[in-house]
């Protein structure tokens, strides 16, 4: 009888503690419905189509919303995606140890010096508190995220993101290891609380696949202006893009045919002189949701520069200018007091139902009396 062929294994991830080089490329309207791989292949000179389905399939690859006036994220990245007008196709590949070309030697150099900026500007910053890790087994990883960290890599700051911390904490525990740990889902930059990460590809697979079919229930903790007079509602109101905002990446309610249905279900946990805590149910999952509904009914998130302190605000922190003692008078706190605080899913090995848990982050929980 025939020895039955194994399967080739699918390569994850690529080890974000190692050094690594980028490349951004914008979709034009001439490159829209091309498939991703088309598309690298025509762009990166020393990338054949089946070098760039390689990459795609490591996970080097990701596609941004960016310019998309959609702002659609993609849930499945694969070589075939047909690509929209506005994403921007973001490259990132270990940094060879020899050159190859005058070309590659160029870019690496511009890449050295990209480094070299991040390491200066992180040398500034105050490193992030140490990884706090609530849930782990051989198949996940759970951490209680600190804000001002982003989750993946990003042009400007190529290191210290939470991909990056998770990666170099699982080196240090189990050193070169086939599979490295990918996450799940994402937080915003100054977002706290908890993230999930999957530590090989078919777990990881399997996780993708109840986030996009939302059967992983979330819920979070939120510190808000005013004293809310309900004990608990629903906000339902459709969201889009922002029309008349400076902002370009600024969602707000949308009652045309460009607004998509939105629910967040909502319950006082605490009162407080002039806040409220309060817990958040998610029903669907549109960009700055929660952010947008709890402005939209008079209670913005303390903290939340875009949505409380305003376009103004939100571009002065952005531009460099910085914020004034008045700014951060207002906001009440440094950064958005939104905390992913419970999930619940199977687990992607054993299916048993979970539901894991993060505590409040303490900037948080100091001003809400926890």
Same mark, same amino acid.
């Given at each position: 009888?025939?020895? $039955?062929?194994? +399967? +080739?294994?699918?390569?994850?991830?690529?080890?974000?503690?190692?050094?690594?080089?980028?490349?951004?490329?914008?979709?034009?309207?001439?490159?829209?419905?091309?498939?991703?791989?088309?598309?690298?292949?025509?762009?990166?000179?020393?990338?054949? $189509?089946?070098?760039?389905?390689?990459?795609?399939?490591?996970?080097?690859?990701?596609?941004?919303?960016?310019?998309?006036?959609?702002?659609?994220?993609?849930?499945?990245?694969?070589?075939?995606?047909?690509?929209?007008?506005?994403?921007?196709?973001?490259? $990132?590949?270990?940094?060879?140890?020899?050159?190859?070309?005058?070309?590659?030697?160029?870019?690496?150099?511009?890449?050295?010096?990209?480094?070299?900026?991040?390491?200066?500007?992180?040398?500034?910053?105050?490193?992030?508190?140490?990884?706090?890790?609530?849930?782990?087994?051989?198949?996940?990883?759970?951490?209680?995220?600190?804000?001002?960290?982003?989750?993946?890599?990003?042009?400007?700051?190529? #290191?210290?993101?939470?991909?990056?911390?998770?990666?170099? %904490?699982?080196?240090?525990?189990?050193?070169?290891?086939?599979?490295?740990? #990918?996450?799940?889902?994402?937080?915003?930059? =100054?977002?706290?609380?908890?993230?999930?990460?999957? +530590?090989?590809?078919?777990?990881?697979?399997?996780?993708? %696949?109840?986030?996009?079919?939302?059967?992983?229930?979330?819920?979070?903790?939120?510190?808000?202006?005013? =004293?809310?007079?309900?004990?608990?509602?629903?906000?339902?109101?459709?969201?889009? +893009?922002?029309?008349?905002? =400076?902002?370009?990446?600024?969602?707000?309610?949308?009652?045309?045919?460009?607004?998509?249905?939105?629910? #967040?279900?909502?319950?006082? $946990?605490? &009162?407080?002189?002039?806040?409220?805590?309060?817990?958040?149910?998610? &029903?669907?999952?549109?960009?700055?949701?929660?952010?947008?509904?709890?402005?939209?009914?008079?209670?913005?998130?303390?903290?939340?520069?875009?949505?409380?302190?305003?376009?103004?605000?939100?571009?002065?922190?952005?531009?460099?200018?910085?914020?004034?003692?008045?700014?951060?008078?207002?906001?009440?706190? =440094?950064?958005?007091?939104?905390?992913?605080?419970?999930?619940?899913?199977?687990?992607?090995?054993?299916?048993?139902?979970?539901?894991?848990?993060?505590?409040?982050?303490?900037?948080?929980?100091?001003?809400?009396?926890?």
């Amino acid at each position: 009888m025939p020895r $039955r062929q194994e +399967k +080739k294994r699918r390569r994850g991830q690529r080890d974000l503690s190692l050094p690594y080089q980028e490349w951004r490329f914008e979709v034009g309207a001439p490159d829209h419905g091309t498939r991703l791989d088309a598309f690298l292949a025509e762009r990166m000179e020393w990338g054949s $189509r089946t070098r760039v389905q390689r990459y795609v399939a490591e996970q080097a690859v990701e596609v941004l919303p960016h310019k998309d006036p959609q702002r659609a994220p993609v849930a499945v990245l694969k070589a075939g995606l047909k690509l929209r007008v506005g994403q921007e196709v973001v490259v $990132r590949l270990a940094a060879p140890g020899a050159t190859r070309t005058d070309h590659l030697a160029n870019v690496r150099d511009q890449m050295r010096g990209q480094l070299r900026d991040a390491e200066e500007a992180a040398a500034e910053a105050p490193p992030p508190p140490p990884l706090e890790v609530v849930y782990e087994d051989d198949q996940l990883v759970a951490v209680n995220k600190p804000p001002g960290v982003a989750v993946h890599p990003s042009h400007g700051h190529l #290191t210290g993101s939470l991909i990056h911390l998770i990666h170099e %904490r699982h080196r240090e525990l189990y050193g070169s290891t086939e599979d490295v740990p #990918t996450l799940c889902h994402r937080l915003d930059r =100054e977002t706290t609380g908890l993230i999930v990460a999957a +530590k090989d590809q078919l777990s990881r697979t399997r996780m993708g %696949r109840q986030f996009e079919a939302r059967t992983v229930k979330k819920a979070y903790l939120a510190l808000v202006d005013g =004293e809310m007079e309900e004990d608990e509602g629903l906000i339902d109101i459709p969201l889009g +893009k922002a029309l008349g905002s =400076e902002v370009r990446l600024k969602i707000g309610p949308r009652h045309d045919a460009d607004g998509q249905h939105s629910e #967040t279900a909502w319950r006082v $946990r605490r &009162r407080l002189q002039g806040r409220t805590l309060v817990e958040l149910f998610p &029903r669907t999952g549109r960009q700055h949701q929660l952010r947008v509904h709890l402005a939209e009914i008079g209670h913005p998130i303390v903290g939340d520069k875009l949505y409380f302190g305003g376009d103004a605000m939100f571009i002065r922190q952005v531009s460099g200018v910085g914020l004034t003692e008045d700014d951060y008078a207002q906001l009440g706190l =440094e950064h958005q007091a939104l905390h992913s605080w419970k999930l619940a899913f199977e687990h992607p090995f054993t299916g048993a139902p979970m539901e894991l848990e993060a505590p409040l982050w303490p900037t948080i929980a100091e001003r809400a009396g926890e």
